[in-house]
T-cell receptor, first 116, second 118 residues
Framework: AQKITQTQPGMFVQEKEAVTLDCTYD???????LFWYKQPSSGEMIFLIY??????QNATEGRYSLNFQKARKSANLVISASQLGDSAMYFC?????????????FGAGTRLFVKA | SAVISQKPSRDICQRGTSLTIQCQVD?????MFWYRQQPGQSLTLIAT?????????ESGFVIDKFPISRPNLTFSTLTVSNMSPEDSSIYLC???????????????FGPGTRLTVL
């Protein structure tokens, strides 16, 4: 079963508007971390935002915020005031802890297109 | 933060041959990871490479096909053995730097090695 689900293969947003990228996850571990990465066409992976499972408040980083709903197991990324440079692939990821370490697994990704 | 370099950045190889990818980090890290990203796909974890221990492979990946070395805290190699066209992918090295709070931290990625197997 998929542990990280991104149901939107592609999204369009008008420049300067806000957009929400969906992510749901599945884990039985009480301690985990949720991440969002941006991958532009250049291929580099750019870390955007992190949310810990025990964090009481939603994470925010500049124009990025993470809408964390623990009971629903969702961790949606909200990008405010979209810019043309936001056009890229966005990956949701979850870090699971196991004895001796951890691993991070990724969702299928959502390609965001920002229209001028 | 961590700066990660990978060599080669890209290569075109013949089937049946092997390629070793190098990953160098500018700081000492305990946990290092190797991912594969096939064209148009997401990242798939190949293995976790901790210094001083055998690499831990994910389901679907085996040591004979993807041997990994981790000789010190700043360096690792991934070899793609007996390559076939299905191995054509981007291979990414990644490291984790722990944050101040327990459980926090950031995972950094190298620029990737783009491999094409003919």
């Amino acid at each position: 079963a998929q542990k990280i689900t991104q149901t939107q293969p592609g999204m369009f947003v008008q420049e300067k508007e806000a957009v929400t990228l969906d992510c749901t996850y599945d884990t039985s571990d009480p301690s985990y971390g949720l991440f969002w990465y941006k991958q532009p066409s250049s291929g580099e992976m750019i870390f955007l935002i992190y949310q810990g499972s025990y964090d009481q408040q939603n994470a925010t980083e500049g124009r990025y915020s993470l809408n964390f709903q623990k009971a629903r197991k969702s961790a949606n990324l909200v990008i405010s005031a979209s810019q043309l440079g936001d056009s890229a692939m966005y990956f949701c990821a979850m870090r699971e802890v196991y004895t001796g370490g951890f691993k991070t697994i990724f969702g299928a990704g959502t390609r965001l297109f920002v229209k001028a | 933060s961590a700066v990660i370099s990978q060599k080669p950045s890209r290569d075109i190889c013949q089937r049946g041959t092997s390629l070793t990818i190098q990953c160098q980090v500018d700081s000492q890290v305990t946990m290092m990871f190797w991912y594969r990203q096939q064209p148009g796909q997401s990242l798939t974890l190949i293995a976790t490479a901790n210094q001083g221990s055998e690499a831990t492979y994910e389901s679907g990946f085996v040591i004979d096909k993807f041997p990994i070395s981790r000789p010190n805290l700043t360096f690792s190699t991934l070899t793609v053995s007996n390559m076939s066209p299905e191995d054509s992918s981007i291979y990414l090295c990644s490291v984790f730097l722990a944050g101040g709070a327990p459980g926090s931290g950031e995972q950094f990625f190298g620029p990737g090695t783009r491999l094409t197997v003919l």
